[in-house]
T-cell receptor
Framework: DAKTTQPTSMDCAEGRAANLPCNHS???????VYWYRQIHSQGPQYIIH???NNETNEMASLIITEDRKSSTLILPHATLRDTAVYYC???????????????FGKGTHLIIQP | DTAVSQTPKYLVTQMGNDKSIKCEQN?????MYWYKQDSKKFLKIMFS???????INETVPNRFSPKSPDKAHLNLHINSLELGDSAVYFC?????????FGSGTRLTVV
């Protein structure tokens, strides 16, 4: 799996959009970009994933650059409960399960300020 | 209903003891995993099982022995516990879709 680079920490004001960047310059053509987050003392939680098109769901939006070397996770209206460590992971296309685990980096510690 | 459940949530034990952590998933997933998160917060995979068969066994001391009685359960047994085994252990499962993690078991060895 390709390596990712994320800022160690970020602050965002409550109610504002939180934009979390991720660099993955060595991503392969069949690798997806996944985002997970881990709220203190909980297990990692899936947020969103994409291949090359921008994606949106009820939690967030994912913007992937045209060259796919970087992406941004957007939490449109951050709340205090969004304070967590956010992990950007690139991995091969989902193949009906497989048994290869997720490789977590250090992630970005996002702190939402009241 | 909890999708991936682990028990116990907290476990405090003395060095040298043997302990087990249980994990069950009700998602119908074929693959289950154990991850370890140490004090520096790094999440690392330890084992993965697919349909009860061991697939991944990372560099983990052989004091750690996973057991999968069926594809809905993956238990972790640890022999001769050491101080360095103190960590949070997460169980996870995956199927067609994504990974789902349990809420973790905080193991403290004293």
């Amino acid at each position: 799996d390709a390596k990712t680079t994320q800022p160690t920490s970020m602050d965002c004001a409550e109610g504002r959009a939180a934009n979390l960047p991720c660099n993955h310059s060595t991503i392969s053509g069949n690798e997806y970009v996944y985002w997970y987050r881990q709220i203190h003392s909980q297990g990692p939680q899936y947020i969103i994933h994409g291949l090359k098109n921008n994606e949106t769901n009820e939690m967030a939006s994912l913007i992937i650059t045209e060259d796919r070397k970087s992406s941004t996770l957007i939490l449109p209206h951050a709340t205090l409960r969004d304070t967590a460590v956010y992990y950007c992971i690139v991995r091969v296309a989902w193949s009906g399960g497989g048994a290869d685990g997720l490789t977590f980096g250090k992630g970005t510690h996002l702190i939402i300020q009241p | 209903d909890t999708a991936v459940s682990q028990t116990p949530k907290y476990l405090v034990t003395q060095m040298g003891n043997d302990k087990s952590i249980k994990c069950e998933q009700n998602l119908g997933h074929d693959t289950m995993y154990w991850y370890k998160q140490d004090s520096k917060k790094f999440l690392k995979i330890m084992f993965s099982y697919n349909n009860k068969e061991l697939i991944i066994n990372e560099t983990v001391p052989n004091r750690f022995s996973p057991k999968s009685p069926d594809k809905a359960h993956l238990n972790l047994h640890i022999n001769s516990l050491e101080l360095g085994d103190s960590a949070v252990y997460f169980c996870a499962s995956s199927g067609v879709g994504d990974y789902t993690f349990g809420s973790g078991t905080r193991l403290t060895v004293v």
